[in-house]
């Protein structure tokens, strides 16, 4: 399948009949007006992917604090819903939405306290699965019943870890990719041999005049009058130094 680009555009108060609507043939549930109030409460986690200015997928998320946290602290971004028009399926679509929350969690200071990105997914969800799957999620839990009206009526819990320790601000390593490609120059190692080198150049005597000697052929050090500078030793110049006394500065 061909793979589609996207742009994203911001779901609004004014848009959002449009994610109603594009949900209810996405998705075999349906969500209630409260949840198409809150859905845009943070517009950077409540995203149409438009392909040719048409919306063919959409992505709802919210932060809140894991399930049965003591603390209460908000350390987990929570997929609501991420889906796809069935005729633009399969052409990474999805994929550039989840990449898009990905990336915003790891790099935007807003989402720094996050450690985990979870959703659910029915049972049989079998595209779901291996979609998530394929980009790092794992299955961490199950809960029985969590669909009312839907058979099975069991889901998986898929929970995506956010790797706190990976480099986030462009600078990366060699071999790895970049937004325009791999990354083929590893900048630190080369750096570090610069400043080697350079380090090397500055330990190295001062370079003595030489000449070849015309009778034994050999090269010899070659000391002229000539080549001496008249400018003061360090020594001289110091004691010449004359400290005022006295005088308002
Ligand atoms: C799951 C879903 C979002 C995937 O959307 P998509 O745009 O088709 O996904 P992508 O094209 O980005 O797929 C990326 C990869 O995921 C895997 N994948 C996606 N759909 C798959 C399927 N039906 N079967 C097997 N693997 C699948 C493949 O590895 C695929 O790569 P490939 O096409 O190069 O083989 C889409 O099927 C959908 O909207 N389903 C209904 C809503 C839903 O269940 N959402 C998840 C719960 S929030």
Known sequence: MPRLDVIFAEVTE????QLRLMNTRIFPVRYN???YKDVY???????????NDTPVGAVGA?????????TGEQTQLYIMTLGVLEPYRRCGVATQMLEYILDLVKTDAEFKELLTVVLHV??????????YKQHGFEITGHKENYYQKLEPSDCHILTYVIDRTAPDD?????????????VAVDLAA??????????????????????????TGEMEEFHSD???????????????IEIPVGDDY
């Open 41 to 51: 409460k943070n517009i950077k986690l409540a995203q149409f992917a438009l392909y």
């Open 33 to 35: 007006d409260q949840f």
């Open 62 to 70: 919210r932060v809140e604090a894991p399930e049965g946290s003591t």
């Open 226 to 240: 000539a080549l001496k500078d008249d400018l003061p030793d360090e020594e001289a110049e110091e004691a010449a």
């Open 14 to 17: 004014k848009n959002v009949e």
């Open 170 to 182: 462009g600078e990366r390593k060699a071999g790895e990719a970049n937004g325009y490609g791999t």
């Open 122 to 131: 029915q049972t049989n969800n079998d595209s779901a699965l291996a979609f």
């Open 190 to 215: 080369e750096q570090a041999t610069l400043k080697a080198l350079r380090k090397q150049q500055m330990d190295r005597p001062p370079p003595v005049a030489m000449k070849k000697n015309p009778e």
